[in-house]
């Protein structure tokens, strides 16, 4: 029991963190219809450059608390700035010149793009794994088993109060954004019928680019809390995440927000319990097939309306 | 973008100057945290090291190149396709030569090699020779059926493993040891069914898909088989990987023992012999991938193949069954996948997973992509650039003076490849030679050049 219950508090924390991601992919998905490949390697940026800042400050865990979170902040609003601008560059350089183009044609660019970015932060920043210090550490005992020969003991370390509090904070705030302002109202209507929004005034082009850069900003934060969880990250990250967090994005309903936290706290959970109860090795496979199964059973998701395919 | 044509060059000098500024800052964005200072992990720590005039370069670069679009490039008037002169059709001339000469190239590469022992060049051949052969078996996924498969380095990797495991274990074990110098030839035919088969089952379930989630799942797919080879040790030894006998020449291993090659046919041991051997194996196989896609193209199937990357809907309301055409397009990509991957482990004696990373497929899938996705000769220009070229970069002595010490330009490639898969996408979808003949014609042969083909024109 008091197992399950540490198992479900790391499926949580892992979970917010692909459903930051996969937020990012939705709403590209939901305005656009492509899924943005390059996407995962936008949170890796977002990670690689929290670490840098991270580490050219000096930060860990003995200075005083305040300092360290005024720092994240600052962190944070850096890296969501630069992954921000790295994803707005994409979008007008790959994939806006190829509106109306052949079906897969943005996808194809979208997967060179993701090849760009990976190579340009290895070859910036070399291919090795980077670890620092650990920035946030303590936490919570909540639960404790005793028995004659063991001793199990249920932590929520400070960390990941962390994630998931400002996890909820960020959805609200999105789901803000999205329902009750002009942006909001302009992006649903692009989501709905592009040509009629850009009939009723408005600018479709600039609702594309804020749609990746709000994208883009969430996928950093998502970056900057992978690293501070797991005190390493690599050029590399943003693959395996991209992946995971499209499944969410696709368990929730492709172009639903809510559906696409839902989609990152299951698939967050399910490799969880599957490393916890099955194995270790077979976890990314786990969510791989995970992904085929619900490619192929549900390609409408859990919160999605199912879609037709128009001529 | 484009400038007022006259009477106002201080406003488009303002806006000029003002889309630069713009530039500026952006790529000042973009370079600043990730280029100006490198993280370098030394022995006891990870320390920073600045690099600010690199920043400062990069961002003078991209700011002059984005002048020189201005000043070049985007103040032209546009002109129009149909205002182009119809001029002589260097390509459609040209192109039926092309074809020969390279064939031609091709079978003069190991007399080359021969007169000059120069190893270096014939195993690059035949490297460059897998990948086109890769390519054109992917070709006729992508390229043909227009489906987009991430994960075709799995096939590869099934063929890989075929010929590793079959030859290894099952081989000796089935039939005793005497056969596994024949292996090679016994299990090449195998791991292209093997390979077809598993095609199969893949694409079974996965075909009605759309095409985005296709290209998602076969991704998933080939990420599954890599890693359940990685964490299946005992059937394939996981990560350590399997050291597998070499190709035989019927049998005759090319070692230096008396019941070698060289001792048969009473010549010197040289290892020449293997690589030429090699290569002619790999060219008959990549004849065997053009041969066979060329006459399939013109059969009921290779049609419906290419009605169908044109228009899935449409085909269906015709009567194609779209599944059973995705499925033959989907196994016999598959099984030239499957091909290749026996042959790749033949050559090297030794597979292990890391070999079929997602990293693979996509460079397989760039060459495909860069030579204009259908065009079979486009590939293998394609490929020798993207294969081939680096590693004659990497020997060009001007470019070790021009590049800093320690840069080798074949780090480079990949970064290369993907902004060339970004560029191709914009400014030449459907390639750089290819114009699409039609297969069937009324009256007249139409050709239709790839500036012109884009969704709609051809």
Redesign the interface.
């Known amino acids: 029991m008091e197992y399950f219950v540490q198992q479900l508090i790391n499926g949580l924390t892992l979970g917010s963190i692909y459903g930051l991601i996969a937020i990012g992919y939705t709403m590209v998905y939901g305005i656009i219809g492509m899924i943005n490949f390059a996407h995962g390697d936008v949170f890796m940026v977002g990670s690689f450059v929290s670490f840098l800042i991270v580490l050219g400050l000096a930060l860990s865990a003995t200075n005083p608390i305040v300092v360290i979170i005024l720092t994240l902040i600052l962190v944070a609003a850096i890296a969501m700035i630069v992954a921000s601008a790295f994803n707005w560059t994409i979008e007008r350089v790959a994939y806006r010149p190829l509106r109306g183009s052949f079906r897969l044609a943005p996808l194809i660019s979208a997967i060179g793009m993701s090849i760009v970015l990976q190579e340009f932060v290895r070859i910036a920043q070399e291919g090795r794994p980077k670890p620092t210090q650990p920035v946030i550490t303590g936490g919570y005992e909540i639960m404790r088993h005793t028995s004659e020969n063991a001793e199990f003991v249920v932590r929520l370390t400070n960390m990941q109060i962390l994630i998931i509090f400002s996890t909820v904070l960020l959805m609200a705030l999105f789901t803000a954004i999205i329902t009750r302002t002009a942006l909001g109202r302009a992006q649903r209507a692009c989501e709905q019928d592009m040509k009629m929004a850009s009939l009723c005034g408005i600018d479709v082009d600039r609702t594309i680019s804020i749609t990746f850069i709000m994208g883009a900003a969430l996928a950093a934060f998502a970056g900057l809390m992978f690293f501070l969880y797991y005190g390493v990250t690599d050029f590399f990250v943003g693959f395996l995440a991209g992946v995971k967090a499209f499944t969410a994005a696709v368990l929730g309903g492709i172009g639903s927000l809510p559906g696409a936290m839902l989609g990152g706290i299951i698939i967050g959970l399910v490799e969880t319990m599957w490393s916890a109860y099955f194995s270790v090795e077979y976890k990314d496979v786990a969510a791989f097939t995970m992904l085929v199964v619900v490619l192929i059973f549900l390609p409408q998701g859990l919160l999605g309306k199912p879609e037709v395919e128009k001529v | 973008m484009a400038l007022s044509p006259a009477g106002q060059p201080r406003a488009a000098a303002t806006e000029i100057l003002r889309d630069l500024a713009g530039t500026a800052a952006?790529s000042f964005?973009?370079l600043v945290?990730?280029?100006a200072?490198?993280?370098?992990?030394t022995q006891y720590s990870?320390v920073?090291t600045p690099r600010w005039g690199l920043v400062a370069f990069l961002i003078a670069a991209v700011v002059l190149g984005r002048l020189a679009l201005h000043l070049f490039v985007w103040n032209r008037q546009p002109t129009t396709a149909a205002a182009r002169p119809a001029g002589f059709d260097w390509a459609g001339r040209l192109g039926g030569l092309v074809a020969p000469a390279m064939l031609l190239l091709g079978l003069l590469i190991p007399v080359y090699a021969l007169a000059f022992d120069d190893k270096r060049t014939i195993d690059l051949a035949i490297y460059v020779m897998t990948y086109v052969m890769l390519a054109w078996g992917l070709n006729i996924v992508?390229g043909l059926a227009?489906l987009?498969d991430?994960g075709y380095v799995a096939f590869y990797a099934v063929g890989a493993y075929a010929y590793a495991l079959l030859t290894t274990v099952y081989l000796p074990q089935w039939f005793g040891s005497g056969v596994v110098p024949w292996a090679f030839y016994i299990t090449l035919p195998i791991a292209g069914l093997l390979a077809a088969a598993w095609g199969v089952i893949l694409g079974f379930?996965?075909l009605r898909?759309?095409?985005?989630?296709l290209?998602?799942?076969t991704?998933?797919?080939g990420?599954?088989i890599r890693?359940?080879l990685?964490?299946w040790f005992e059937f394939t030894k996981g990560p350590q990987g399997i050291t597998v006998p070499k190709a035989t020449f019927f049998g005759l291993p090319f070692t230096a023992g008396d019941d070698g090659f060289a001792a048969f046919f009473g010549i010197a041991h040289d290892r020449m012999y293997f690589y030429v051997f090699l290569y002619f194996v790999i060219l008959f196989l990549a004849m065997l991938t053009y041969w066979v896609t060329n006459r399939l193209r013109r059969l009921p199937i290779g049609r419906a193949w290419e009605a169908l990357r044109e228009d899935e809907?449409a085909c269906r309301s015709l009567g194609i069954n779209t599944t059973n055409t995705k499925l033959t397009a989907f196994a016999i990509g598959a099984m030239f996948g499957g091909f290749a991957g026996s042959f790749f482990a033949a050559r090297q004696g030794f597979v292990s997973p890391e070999s079929f990373v997602?990293?693979e497929s996509?460079i397989i899938?760039?060459i495909v992509?860069l030579g204009g996705l259908g065009s079979q000769l486009g590939i293998v220009f394609a490929a020798i650039a993207i294969m081939g070229s680096f590693e004659v970069f990497r020997e060009m002595g001007f470019l070790k003076a021009v590049l800093p010490e320690g840069v080798d330009p074949i780090?480079?490639r990949?970064?290369v490849?993907?902004?060339?898969?970004?560029l191709m996408?914009?400014f030449r979808?459907r390639g750089f030679v290819t114009r699409r003949q039609p297969t069937v014609v009324l009256k007249e042969r139409k050709a239709i050049g790839a500036d012109l083909v884009?969704?709609g024109h051809g």
Do not use: C, H, T, W
Not at chain 2, 209 to 213: A, K, N, P, S
Not at chain 2, 417 to 422: D, I, S
């Open positions: 952006i964005v973009l945290p990730l280029v200072y490198k993280s370098v992990i990870l920073l992508v227009g987009l991430l379930p996965v898909l759309r095409g985005d989630y290209a998602i799942v991704l998933a797919f990420e599954i890693l359940v990685i964490n809907i997602f990293l996509a899938l760039a992509v780090q480079f990949m970064l490849v993907g902004l060339a898969m970004v996408m914009r979808p884009k969704e």
